[in-house]
């Protein structure tokens, strides 16, 4: 039996998989290509256009990342502008089973969201309820 035949799903170590088990990343990619080299026949190596098509296949996932990232610091830029347009504008939210109405003082970004602050309490802009 040669080595290829011998690498099953059970031989692959468990950290190649993901936990959502339905979406592999560029880590997960590099994993298995690895792995296959590894156990591939010497006698019977991998074909050169197969390998130069897993390459272009990892370059094409590397900048599909490379534009999703961007895309969601696009996004999360877009949510900063929209909570500064708040500045100086009145909103209201629900502060224990009551409306509470305040100017926006400032916008801050804690542990990565966006928070309002007005008067004395910190919002996440997702409790305003309306803006005047």
Request: charged content about 15%; aromatic content about 4%; hydrophobic content about 35%.
């Amino acid at each position: 039996m040669s080595d290829v035949a011998a690498v099953t799903p059970s031989t692959i170590s468990s950290d190649t998989t993901r936990s959502t088990g339905t979406t592999l990343g560029k880590d997960d990619f590099l994993k298995l290509l690895t792995t296959q080299l590894q156990y591939q026949d010497p006698l019977n190596p991998m074909n050169d256009q197969d390998f130069i098509g897993q390459m272009a296949q990892f370059s094409s996932l590397e900048q599909m990342t490379n534009v999703a990232d961007s895309v969601d610091q696009m996004g999360f830029a877009d949510q900063v502008t929209q909570a500064v347009s708040l500045i100086g504008r009145t909103v209201e939210w629900e502060k224990d089973g009551q409306t509470a109405s305040s100017s926006v003082d400032s916008v801050s970004i804690q542990d990565g969201a966006i928070q309002l602050n007005v008067g004395s309490d910190t919002i996440s802009p997702s409790q305003v309820s309306n803006v005047k």
